[in-house]
């Protein structure tokens, strides 16, 4: 096993030990063991993390049947730094820059030492080397959310010529479904919603046509589009806006969505963050941080609670560590 010297054996992070609210049950502990790494596994000296809905949603309980044991120390998107590596490891070697959604299933045991920490290991598998053009901080929003975009819309056989709506543009899986439907896949048309202050936004993504949803009802435009991608838990609605053969798809599952909507749940997957590569190292997708981020780590559970607001753009990303 290849590894830095110099890598103390306890950390800071971020821990709960109960279920409940994040901004109640969160609480930064000193002396946390760095994890030990199987021998797929890299450790990683984390420089930024990503906040995601799952994780308040993981913290509330929502899917505890299926959760790694308590205490946990949340956090899925990370971007750092190679530190040790496994014996099976091929792809990276000590001092790799990498970044990756630690957590393979989100749902199902993930990971009890997550991102928000000093310190979090992950399989090879499941990371890849970061965008040279991308900074740590960049870098950390991407991977949940950008791989979210690309396999929703694979899954629904999304492709060149095709017409999308976006429920929720600006948000952090939204902000990334527009780019990878135009750049990636090839969108003939992109509509999306938002408020009234963020349909700039979603025209400089690439949206043909921004929807501000406090004044007009999506559901009720003569035009209708080939995919409806739901990220924002209006499935009902928006299945009046696909076309006869239309599909939609959706990642927001509690409450259940409606049975005719497919409901989606990534798989985290370094090969697709390689694949999206030379779409990022080009500047064509690029990551969207909320104008709050990054946060520095001592306020991680401010962060939380600015995220539950609903009212992020793009990303929260907390930095530096610690």
Do not use: C
């Not at 990503?50 to 509330?60: E, G, H, Q």
């Amino acid at each position: 096993m290849a590894s830095t010297p110099s890598i103390p054996s306890h950390m800071k992070a971020w821990v709960y030990s109960e279920y409940g609210n994040t901004e109640e049950i969160l609480k930064f502990d000193p002396n946390v063991p760095i994890p030990d790494i199987k021998e797929d596994q890299v450790l990683i000296k984390v420089v930024a993390a990503a906040l995601n809905p799952v994780d308040y949603k993981r913290a509330l309980g929502y899917f505890k049947n299926n959760d790694s044991p308590l205490p946990t120390v949340p956090g899925y998107d990370v971007a750092g730094v190679v530190v040790r590596v496994g014996s099976h490891v091929r792809k990276f070697k000590v001092g790799d820059e990498v970044y990756g959604d630690i957590n393979e299933h989100a749902t199902n045991s993930p990971k009890t030492i997550g991102s928000l920490a000093e310190y979090t290991a992950a399989e090879e598998k499941l990371l890849a080397h970061k965008p040279s053009n991308l900074s740590f901080i960049e870098a950390a929003g991407l991977p949940l959310a950008i791989i979210t975009a690309y396999q929703g819309l694979e899954r629904v056989e999304f492709s060149a010529g095709k017409s999308i709506l976006v429920l929720g543009g600006a948000g952090g899986v939204g902000s990334l479904i527009i780019q990878v439907a135009k750049h990636v896949f090839g969108a003939s048309r992109i509509a999306a919603t938002s408020s009234t202050a963020k349909l700039e936004l979603l025209r400089n993504l690439g949206a043909d046509l921004p929807i501000d949803y406090t004044k007009e009802n999506f559901e009720e435009l003569a035009e209708k589009f080939d995919v409806v991608y739901d990220t924002v838990g209006q499935s009902e609605k928006a299945l009046k806006a696909v076309k006869e053969s239309g599909k939609v798809v959706t990642i927001v599952l509690v409450p259940l969505p409606t049975p005719s909507a497919i409901p989606f749940i990534l798989t985290s997957d370094g090969a697709v963050l390689e694949k999206l590569q030379p779409h990022l190292e080009s500047g064509k997708v690029k990551p969207v941080l909320d104008p709050k981020s990054p946060s520095p780590f001592s306020h991680t559970a401010e962060a939380f609670a600015y995220l539950k607001t609903e009212r992020a753009i793009g990303k929260v990303v907390i930095h530096p560590i610690p």
